[in-house]
């Protein structure tokens, strides 16, 4: 892998990123990618990449969960939120997200997956967008609001 010049910096790109945090804790990130790039049936694994946003997810299924999304890698730059922008690129909705922490991996250990409720997690999306709405509307009409509506109510 080679890192590639980003908006005029020398900064590594998701993938270097990746790259070199698996290989400190001794996996080959290289080789997961090609596992999601590379998948035969019966299996469903998606990379979304933009210079911004990098992704792993498959749906995965177990006797507890069901079927879920299961988020095996995620990095972002897009500064919308890793939740937003997997809910922006997932195919369709399964009830169950689950994310691979990787500040708790460990070498020989297996994943140690963490569920969420996708409605849940959209409306904590919907929330941070409402505030940001909200915040925005509210200071405008608040500057716009006229006062000889208070004028007129006092004369009479």
């Known amino acids: 892998m080679t890192s590639q010049q980003l908006d005029g910096d020398y900064d590594l790109s998701l993938i270097d990123e990746a790259v070199i945090k698996y290989h400190a804790k001794g996996l080959d990130f290289v080789e ?5 790039l590379n998948f035969r049936p019966p ?5 979304f990449s933009t210079p911004q946003v990098l992704l792993l997810v498959e749906r995965a ?10 988020i095996m890698y995620a990095a972002s730059r897009s500064g919308s939120g890793l939740i937003a922008d997997f809910m922006k690129f997932a195919p369709y909705k399964l009830d169950t997200v689950a994310f691979s922490r990787y500040r708790i991996m460990m070498l020989g250990e297996p994943d140690k997956l963490k569920y969420h409720n996708w409605n849940k997690l ?4 919907d929330y941070g967008r409402k505030q940001i709405t909200t915040t925005t509307t509210s200071t405008t009409s608040t500057t716009s609001t006229p006062t000889p509506t208070s004028a007129s109510s006092g004369v009479g």
Request: charged letters at 30%; hydrophobic letters at 30%; proline letters at 0%.
């Open 32 to 36: 997961i990618l090609d596992q999601y």
């Open 43 to 47: 299996y469903e694994r998606y990379v």
């Open 122 to 125: 959209k409306r904590i999306v």
């Open 61 to 70: 299924h177990n006797e507890e969960q069901g079927h879920f999304w299961y």
